[in-house]
């Protein structure tokens, strides 16, 4: 099976853009596997299309459609950045953790894989349990990592949701709270919490965080 296609659409904003767009990848066959849209004062609608007959035929039609400006195909966010691992936390443990993955994910996409990271330095109950939530909501995300001095309460059952709900696995430091108790692995160095998170998800590593579920290290 061929890989996805991205069609990049900018147009006009107008009610029923999208039901336009997803009409003609039926027509043609095609399936939307993702779809981002960015708002402003010209829509962007990115669409990964998977199946479809004629990809150029089907191009132009989106050019055909009123309000369009330009339409273009290219590879999809999910070919060019991979799997995501995301860090939720603050101040230089985080710092750490993305060292830790940064230099990891760079030797696995050396060989061929395709691994990003991501994120973003948050502060208080609420809103690291909201953050937590909207990993699973992510693009890609592939692991949460969360990188702090003390996390508990609404964040553990944030912690719990991720993983039971949506099977995307926790890799917590070893921090105060309730948190490292329902993460699948708990780490003191947060430098090796990043690397192993990237050995978690990559295809070319020989790691198994199945076997390791519940350790401390």
């Not at 997803?22 to 199946?51: F, W």
């Not at 050019?63 to 070919?79: D, F, Q, Y």
């Not at 750490?96 to 940064?102: I, R």
């Amino acid at each position: 099976m061929s890989q996805p296609i991205c069609f990049s659409v900018r147009a006009t904003d107008r009610p029923g853009l999208l039901r336009d767009l997803a009409s003609l990848v039926a027509d043609d066959g095609g399936n939307i596997v993702g779809v981002r849209h960015i708002d402003g004062p010209v829509t962007e609608m990115h669409l990964d299309v998977s199946g479809a007959n004629d990809a150029n035929a089907l191009l132009e039609r989106m050019l055909a459609i009123p309000g369009t400006l330009s339409a273009e195909m290219g590879e999809t966010a999910g070919r060019v950045f991979g799997k995501r691992v995301i860090v939720i936390g603050g101040g230089a443990q985080v710092a750490q953790v993305v060292l830790g993955a940064v230099s990891e994910a760079d030797r696995h996409n050396i060989r061929g894989e395709r691994i990003s990271v991501d994120t973003i330095p948050l502060v208080g109950e609420a809103r690291l349990a909201e953050g937590v939530r909207a990993v699973a909501r992510l693009h890609r995300a592939a692991i949460l990592v969360l990188a702090g001095s003390l996390m508990g309460g609404e964040v553990t059952v944030a912690v719990k949701e991720l993983r039971e709900k949506y099977g995307i696995p926790v890799i917590s430091l070893n921090m105060a709270g309730s948190v490292p108790d329902a993460a699948d692995l708990v780490v003191s160095d947060p430098v090796q919490a990043g690397t192993m998170a990237v050995m978690a998800i990559a295809d070319t590593a020989s790691f198994s965080l199945a076997r390791i579920r519940g350790k401390r290290f």
